[in-house]
């Protein structure tokens, strides 16, 4: 997690300017971090869990699928 801490870019992406596929893929494991209670010592992976969340997609994902263990 750590790495992945140092690697979200100022914009709250991993690559690019915007959200990509690595973002995707890697706001899986940010979730579990997220989810172990580790915000505190990765606020910008903790950022970019919670941008995720705020998208319209993830919105829509969420009412389709339903609520999952820690959110």
């Known amino acids: 997690f750590a790495y992945m801490e140092s690697r979200v870019g100022e914009n709250g992406h991993f690559i690019g300017d915007s959200?990509?596929?690595?973002?995707?893929?890697?706001?899986?494991?940010?979730?579990?971090?997220?989810?172990?209670?580790?915000?505190p010592r990765y606020p910008k992976l903790a950022a970019?869990?919670?941008?995720?969340?705020?998208?319209?997609?993830?919105?829509?994902?969420?009412?389709?699928?339903g609520a999952y263990y820690g959110y």
Do not use: T, Y
């Not at 959200?19 to 209670?37: C, T, V």
């Not at 970019?48 to 389709?64: G, I």
């Open 19 to 39: 959200l990509s596929a690595a973002d995707i893929m890697l706001s899986f494991p940010a979730e579990i971090a997220i989810m172990q209670g580790m915000a």
């Open 48 to 65: 970019f869990v919670n941008a995720c969340h705020v998208r319209p997609a993830w919105q829509r994902a969420r009412e389709k699928g």
